[in-house]
């Protein structure tokens, strides 16, 4: 064919943050395809130094507004760790809902109102609410239901207010859990039927694979989310104070950007590395959501993230509904304790939506932040972003040029990129 | 909750409240209010606490004449809440523990009940008055399918201490008193009150100094918990049924009875706080203080965050505001407590506010508590639960040391607040839900300002005296105070409305045939038959010339009842002048003189009238000191500066009529927006003799 | 005609532009009365051709400034959107350092000079670049609060804020006041509006949606100090949301 193509996407839309692709073909050949990301720098690291210990989880909250509870919960456990402050199994329990229920946000959005427009044609669902009006109001309440378990636990869906060093400023009442209880039941069905909207226009996810690694947190109980050690598909685990040496933040000659790397020259985390890890522990439920699109583990497949997320939702509901459960039978108990300042360094490790998000912080004698580290799911996703373009850019140049900007664009969208997180600090730029 | 349709103008009930009030009143109760001035009112709280006792009917007497008694066991006790509970008797709100403090909330069974409380956060005042209240719906797509929302579950208020009981009595003497509160009256006749006895004294209460840790009425039934067993004493013959209905009690022993009447008698020595002054001394002491230094300290250190008032169980100013949905169609129009401390509350549309100075709103809420509505009402409004000083961050909002210290360190220069005898005409009845009326007419004035020409689509014809308002309520934006500018007897009316807040921005868009409502009119307006006979000043300000001219024009129909008659009218320029045109008639005429003048004239302008401030019209005027009434009417500002120049003229005090403007919320002497130290202008105003308002520190 | 509306967003976490979406059903709703002609979080389409623009984020580069300013010039009316927009938020902790020295902290030895994405200036609210006509302030912004907002814009009326403390709303939620409870609360000097949302979970007023405009600063720091907090920890906590504002 030997067409010249000149691809550019400024702003990415239906992402969160602001990103570019870049695409330039000459006579059939690819000559540059980048994904480069255009957001503010932040500059976090540098705003937490000499803040109380009790603020950081506040000011790294608004680091990302998607997944303020996994910055919350990795920054509270970064600084429990530092300060050697134990939580109650109680408070364990409620941050685990209070991930899940971001999850279920987070992963609703995505794949409700920002995959599913692509899958059936439409530039967002605002038009959908016409051609599609019973699935939005499935997806519309599923996203209720998952703000409402956030709400129910941390008093705010977006920047938490409950959770604190030690544990909660105010638990939910029993009543509560009881009513959440019921929400989340009547939520599975509708995550099947959500489920099956997206297997009705599953054909429109690309077949494309790439083999690369998976990394992931991962523990011998549960699937993992609130805590683990580091998992690698390549093999291997390793304690979460390891992260430096798993994610080898590096900085490309040719550009400002850290790009992480551990076995191959990138790898990928999030959904699609939560299942290919941790699939052995998902319920029943969420096996079968797995099944009804064939995915199995180790997927390669970059686009089948959108799939994995959805057998997340379910599987979140479920383990909520049992998590719930264990809280009743246990009872729920107003608890105090006195926050004894220490001095020391330590690093939180929690699944945000997106994936691995470390926090690592060292604190001083007055209780105050002397260092911090934040390293964000989609940073160590970039760099798996750009070469899963490289090498399906030149696998679909022969296509009329809108289908590839489409397809690169689902490409991006796949990863469900929080850019706002990945630039807290960093521009990355690839040109 | 009960529908109203507005425009049907008859509400689904009408009912007569029954219970008498006459304890709590002042003086004679034949609707009229007298003028409580200075000398009274202690004998007025003494009828007070003497008369209370027919509120709820009959408390049970025994054969000897004593006050019968029932009691019960504990667990039988807990059996009877918890069939409250269970019965249906309607929701059951109690005393229910909220962390280390105590609230008023449903229960769901005894035990939750708490009566060993020391004093609720909120008072429970906020189950007749909530915190916020839909006062109606409505669907602005089908203009005035208005649904007022009367709440009329059955509640049982269970715990009350007695200061809330006669806090609640106070309410009921605000919202039903005079101008019945429909939504308020519906949720209180629907409410059984379970009093209870204080077991343990929270440590800023000073109940114990003011007698209201102790209640004879007020209540259906009162218990008190005696550790073993529960004494109970009937107020009621709905308490007497609740009681035989669900509960074996038997009377109290001799023993039992002494029991609660020593834990009565003892209970005001269990106070740490005293009143070290008699409260029937609270009126003379705030008389006598107005400038005491203790204001302006203590103002310093106020946050001004309006807790002290919001606490506070007899406080009572609501604001009410429209709230659209996001589908543009259906609103709310909402009443949410407010609070005089708020910098916001006297502002006006315009941007004025009347109690600007912090200091000022402080000590307003003394001035309130202790004199003005003791002089309106005839108590104290305030039954020293201590709940503000409790809130109080900085620790300056508590009554008993306030007073204390103005009894060890008095000023003794006593200024006097006297109220104006008004016979209070008007509407009684459906007064928050306004009537359907049409725009007839639109007559653009100046940039800013427009004549509307209005008919009550009822066909009724507005019965006002020149110098009141009606609110103008447009549904989804809310509601706005405009004085009549027409002259009464005629089937339409007219308003002169500036633009310049959200009500009136919105109604400059409106077109002749759309719907706005009314409600109205309210206010004092001009005696016209007391100044029959008399020459007339009509002195005008900018916008005053609008009730100006509803009076004028009245003059002018009944010219042969008034001597001379001379217009004085200023504005700022000669493209703000409003009624040109009746400016012009009126100066035709042979027997009226008019002047006007602005206060600045471009060049080249036209303009035939002078040039320079209202003020330099009076001097050169030639007129009769004695015989004229001047009518005044203008500007805040501009009141100060015309009456110096008139009394330079040797005009007397007496022979000087204004109209003031406030914050005219609700127009019925509730909400307390318009308040001018004790006047509501509402009610009293806005048309004022100026005798009876020239010493008011608040009112120029 | 349905009011066109668009939403931008600049240094932020984008989470008041969550916050419409979790306005759940009542989006149907928003859809219908305005016509959402851009919004990048959610939608594809895009338009310069819009009557209200709602802004989310600080401003930190002249590429920032640059992209306001035609916003600007397109809006007819251009409402700030949450903390970082209305008073700069989190964004202006950085200040306290010069630009050199926080990207020393955050990229140490890499080379970023000369890169206009790295151009930074002290963080800026949106106000101090282009005039604002309305502020949805918060962190996030209310929903509710946002609704109402657009409710008013739609039919005429002026949306205002509320003129008084965050104290107002935490007693009429009956909350045991945090000051009790032995925490700080910037409630007594913070502009109500969030339905007093931390003091009624159990946690202090963290002054997001920026003081009043005549706070109380004196007497609350009376009160803090009354209540033993340090000048350092009144510093720290006065400069979250609202760094250096005159406050101390």
């Known amino acids: 064919m030997g067409r010249d193509i000149d691809i550019e996407v400024r702003h990415l839309t239906r992402v969160e943050g602001h990103g570019n692709i870049y695409l330039n073909a000459r006579?059939?050949?690819?000559?540059?395809?980048?994904?480069?990301?255009?957001?503010a720098p932040r500059f976090f690291e540098a705003m937490v130094r000499g803040k109380s210990y009790h603020q950081l989880s506040h000011i790294t909250s608004r680091i990302c507004g998607i997944c303020s509870i996994s910055h919350s919960l990795a920054s509270l456990k970064a600084t429990e760790a530092?300060?050697?402050?134990?939580?109650?199994?109680?408070?364990?329990?409620?941050?685990?809902?209070?991930?899940?229920?971001?999850?279920?946000?987070?992963?609703?959005?995505?794949?409700?109102?920002?995959?599913?427009?692509?899958?059936?044609?439409?530039?967002s669902v605002i038009p959908l609410v016409k051609t599609a009006k019973e699935a939005v109001v499935k997806i519309v309440g599923l996203h209720r239901t998952a703000n409402m378990l956030s709400e129910a636990i941390c008093g705010r869906a977006t920047h938490p207010i409950t959770l604190e060093v030690g544990g909660f400023t105010e638990i939910p009442t029993e009543r509560a859990l009881l009513g959440m209880r019921e929400e989340l039941e009547n939520a599975k069905g509708v995550c099947t039927d959500v489920a099956g909207v997206v297997l009705a226009h599953a054909d429109r996810l690309p077949d494309f694979t790439r083999e690369t690694e998976f990394i992931a947190l991962t523990n011998d109980e549960n699937y993992a989310f609130y805590d683990g050690d580091l998992g690698s598909t390549d093999g291997g685990r390793w304690p979460v104070e390891e992260y430096l040496s798993i994610t080898n933040e590096y900085v490309v000659p040719h550009s400002t950007a850290k790009y992480t790397r551990h076995n191959r020259e990138s790898y990928m985390v999030g959904a699609l590395a939560r299942f290919n890890l941790n699939h052995a522990m998902l319920s029943k439920?969420?096996?079968?959501?797995?099944?009804?699109?064939?995915?199995?583990?180790?997927?390669?497949?970059?686009f089948m993230n959108n799939v994995a997320q959805l057998v997340e939702i379910m599987d979140s509901l479920v383990d909520s509904i049992g998590i719930i459960d264990e809280l009743l039978d246990r009872g729920l108990e107003e608890e105090s304790g006195e926050i004894e300042v220490r001095a020391g360094r330590g690093v939180g490790a929690v699944h945000a939506p997106r994936g691995l998000l470390i926090h690592d912080y060292t604190i001083d004698g007055l209780g105050n932040c002397t260092k911090a580290n934040c390293i964000i799911p989609t940073n160590q996703n970039h760099a798996n972003i750009q070469k899963d373009m490289e090498e399906l850019a030149p696998a679909i140049i022969d296509k009329p040029a809108k289908e590839i900007e489409l397809t690169l664009e689902m490409l991006v969208r796949a990863y469900d990129p929080c850019i706002s997180c990945s630039t807290h600090y960093i521009d990355v730029n690839f040109r | 909750m009960r529908a109203i349709l507005a425009?049907?103008?008859?509400?689904?009930?009408?009912?007569?409240?029954?219970?008498?009030?006459?304890?709590?009143?002042?003086?004679?109760?034949?609707?009229?209010?007298?003028?409580?001035?200075?000398?009274?009112?202690?004998?007025?709280?003494?009828?007070?606490?003497?008369?209370?006792?027919?509120?709820?009917?009959?408390?049970?007497?025994?054969?000897?004449?004593?006050?019968?008694?029932?009691?019960?066991?504990?667990?039988?006790?807990?059996n009877f809440v918890d069939r409250l509970i269970k019965e249906n008797e309607g929701e059951v709100i109690g005393v229910r523990a909220r962390g280390s403090r105590f609230q008023y909330a449903p229960l769901e069974s005894a035990e939750e009940l708490r009566l060993d409380y020391d004093v609720t956060i909120l008072p429970p005042k906020k189950y007749l008055l909530p915190t916020h209240e839909d006062l109606m719906t409505f669907d602005i797509s089908k203009p005035f399918e208005v649904l007022a929302n009367i709440d009329e579950g059955k509640r049982i208020l269970l715990g009350v201490h007695p200061y809330d009981v006669l806090a609640i009595q106070q309410m009921d003497e605000i919202y039903l008193g005079t101008h019945r509160d429909e939504h308020y009256d519906a949720r209180r006749k629907n409410t059984i009150i379970i009093a209870s006895d204080i077991l343990n004294v929270s440590e800023r209460s000073f109940a114990g100094s003011l007698g209201t840790h102790v209640v004879e009425t007020g209540f259906d039934l009162l218990v008190t918990d005696l550790g073993d067993t529960v004494a109970v004493t009937i107020g009621s013959e709905e308490g007497k049924r609740?009681?035989?209905?669900?509960?074996?009690?038997?009377?109290?022993?001799?023993?039992?009875?002494?029991?609660?009447?020593?834990?009565?008698?003892?209970?005001?020595?269990r106070y740490a706080r005293k009143l070290k002054v008699d409260k029937y001394m609270w009126q003379k002491l705030l008389e006598e203080n107005y400038d005491h230094p203790i204001w302006e300290e203590n103002s310093k250190k106020c946050l001004q965050c309006g807790s002290c008032t919001l606490v506070c169980p007899t406080c009572f100013c609501y604001d009410v505001d429209d709230v659209m949905s996001l589908n543009l169609k259906e609103g709310r129009r909402v009443r949410t407590w407010d609070g005089c401390l708020l910098r916001d509350f006297t502002r006006v549309a315009g941007g004025e506010i009347f109690r600007e100075n912090i200091k000022d709103r402080y000590r307003h809420r003394y001035y309130r508590?202790?004199?003005?509505?003791?002089?309106?009402?005839?108590?104290?409004?305030?039954?020293?639960?201590?709940?503000?000083?409790?809130?109080?961050?900085?620790?300056?909002?508590?009554?008993?040391?306030?007073?204390?210290?103005?009894?060890?360190?008095?000023?003794?220069?006593?200024?006097?607040?006297?109220?104006?005898?008004?016979?209070?005409?008007?509407?009684?009845?459906?007064?928050?839900?306004?009537?359907?009326?049409?725009?007839?007419?639109?007559?653009?004035?100046?940039?800013?300002?427009?004549?509307?020409?209005?008919?009550?689509?009822?066909?009724?014809?507005?019965?006002?005296?020149?110098?009141?308002?009606?609110?103008?309520?447009?549904?989804?934006?809310?509601?706005?105070?405009?004085?009549?500018?027409?002259?009464?007897?005629?089937?339409?009316?007219?308003?002169?409305?500036?633009?310049?807040?959200?009500?009136?921005?919105?109604?400059?868009?409106?077109?002749?045939?759309?719907?706005?409502?009314?409600?109205?009119?309210?206010?004092?307006?001009?005696?016209?038959?007391?100044?029959?006979?008399?020459?007339?000043?009509?002195?005008?300000?900018?916008?005053?010339?609008?009730?100006?001219?509803?009076?004028?024009?009245?003059?002018?129909?009944?010219?042969?009842?008034?001597?001379?008659?001379?217009?004085?009218?200023?504005?700022?320029?000669?493209?703000?002048?409003?009624?040109?045109?009746?400016?012009?008639?009126?100066?035709?005429?042979?027997?009226?003189?008019?002047?006007?003048?602005?206060?600045q004239c471009g060049e080249g302008e036209c303009w035939d009238g002078e040039v320079g401030l209202i003020t330099t019209l009076i001097p050169p005027l030639d007129f009769d000191p004695e015989r004229t009434i001047s009518i005044v009417v203008g500007p805040p500002v501009m009141y100060k500066f015309v009456i110096s120049e008139l009394k330079k003229k040797e005009v007397p005090d007496e022979n000087i009529v204004v109209s003031l403007e406030r914050r005219m919320k609700c127009g019925v002497g509730k909400c307390g927006h318009c308040q001018m130290n004790g006047i509501y202008v509402c009610l009293e105003g806005p048309v004022f003799r100026y005798t009876d308002v020239k010493d008011m520190p608040e009112a120029f | 005609?349905?009011?066109?509306?668009?939403?931008?967003?600049?240094?932020?976490?984008?989470?008041?532009?969550?916050?419409?979406?979790?306005?759940?059903?009542?989006?149907?709703?928003?859809?219908?009365?305005?016509?959402?002609?851009?919004?990048?979080?959610?939608?594809?389409?895009?338009?310069?051709?819009?009557?209200?623009?709602?802004?989310?984020?600080s401003i930190m580069r002249p590429m920032d400034e640059e992209r306001l300013k035609r916003i600007r010039k397109n809006a007819r009316i251009l409402v700030a959107l949450g903390a970082c927009a209305c008073i700069g938020g989190v964004n202006r902790l950085r200040n306290e350092w010069s630009v050199d020295e926080v990207k020393k902290e955050v990229y140490d030895e890499a080379d970023i000079e000369g890169n206009r994405l790295f151009d930074v200036f002290p963080t800026k609210a949106v106000d101090e670049v282009v005039d604002v006509d309305f502020r949805i302030p918060g962190c996030p912004i209310n929903r509710e609060e946002f609704a109402k907002v657009v409710a008013h814009l739609a039919i005429g009326k002026e949306p205002r804020l509320p003129s008084y403390p965050v104290c107002v709303e935490c007693k009429k939620n009956e909350n045991i006041c945090v000051f009790e409870l032995g925490k700080f609360c910037l409630g007594p000097v913070t502009r109500a509006g969030c339905n007093a949302i931390c003091p009624t979970h159990g946690d202090g007023c963290e002054g997001c949606r920026g003081y009043l405009d005549d706070p109380r600063m004196e007497a609350a720091k009376d009160v803090l100090r009354k209540y033993g907090v340090s000048f350092d920890e009144m510093m720290k906590r006065f400069n979250m949301f609202n760094y250096r504002k005159g406050a101390i």
């Open chain 1, 27 to 39: 006579s059939g050949k690819v000559e540059k395809v980048l994904w480069e990301v255009d957001e």
């Open chain 1, 82 to 123: 530092a300060m050697g402050v134990e939580i109650s199994k109680q408070t364990e329990l409620l941050r685990r809902l209070a991930l899940y229920g971001e999850n279920l946000q987070s992963h609703t959005l995505h794949v409700g109102y920002l995959v599913a427009p692509d899958l059936l044609g439409a530039g």
């Open chain 2, 369 to 599: 508590k202790g004199l003005y509505l003791p002089m309106r009402n005839g108590f104290v409004a305030c039954v020293g639960c201590g709940r503000c000083a409790t809130q109080c961050l900085p620790d300056i909002a508590d009554p008993c040391e306030i007073m204390n210290t103005l009894a060890s360190f008095s000023m003794h220069e006593k200024v006097n607040f006297p109220i104006p005898d008004v016979k209070v005409a008007g509407v009684e009845e459906g007064l928050l839900i306004p009537e359907p009326a049409t725009i007839l007419r639109k007559e653009r004035q100046t940039d800013m300002e427009t004549l509307y020409e209005i008919r009550p689509d009822s066909g009724r014809r507005l019965e006002y005296r020149p110098g009141q308002f009606v609110e103008v309520s447009i549904f989804g934006v809310g509601e706005a105070p405009i004085s009549i500018a027409s002259s009464p007897g005629r089937d339409t009316f007219e308003l002169l409305v500036r633009r310049i807040g959200h009500v009136t921005t919105k109604l400059d868009t409106m077109k002749v045939g759309e719907k706005i409502g009314i409600r109205g009119p309210f206010g004092n307006g001009f005696d016209v038959s007391g100044i029959a006979g008399r020459d007339i000043l009509f002195i005008s300000g900018g916008c005053g010339l609008a009730p100006t001219r509803s009076l004028i024009e009245y003059v002018l129909e009944n010219r042969g009842d008034f001597g001379k008659v001379t217009i004085l009218y200023g504005c700022k320029e000669p493209g703000a002048v409003l009624f040109g045109n009746d400016l012009q008639e009126w100066s035709r005429k042979n027997d009226v003189l008019v002047k006007k003048t602005v206060d």
């Open chain 2, 7 to 78: 425009h049907s103008g008859v509400h689904a009930q009408s009912r007569k409240f029954d219970i008498s009030m006459s304890g709590l009143i002042v003086g004679d109760h034949d609707g009229t209010r007298t003028l409580h001035s200075s000398g009274t009112w202690s004998h007025a709280v003494v009828r007070v606490l003497s008369g209370m006792k027919e509120r709820m009917g009959t408390v049970q007497h025994d054969e000897q004449g004593g006050i019968r008694i029932q009691a019960m066991s504990k667990r039988e006790w807990l």
């Open chain 3, 1 to 57: 005609m349905k009011p066109r509306v668009a939403f931008f967003d600049f240094a932020s976490c984008e989470g008041c532009q969550l916050q419409v979406i979790n306005l759940e059903e009542k989006i149907l709703d928003l859809i219908d009365v305005v016509e959402v002609v851009s919004f990048r979080e959610a939608m594809k389409e895009s338009s310069d051709d819009y009557d209200i623009a709602f802004v989310e984020g």
């Open chain 1, 285 to 302: 439920e969420a096996m079968e959501v797995a099944g009804m699109f064939g995915l199995k583990p180790v997927c390669h497949n970059p």
């Open chain 2, 242 to 269: 609740l009681l035989d209905t669900h509960s074996e009690t038997r009377e109290a022993t001799l023993e039992e009875k002494k029991h609660v009447k020593r834990l009565r008698k003892e209970l005001p020595s």
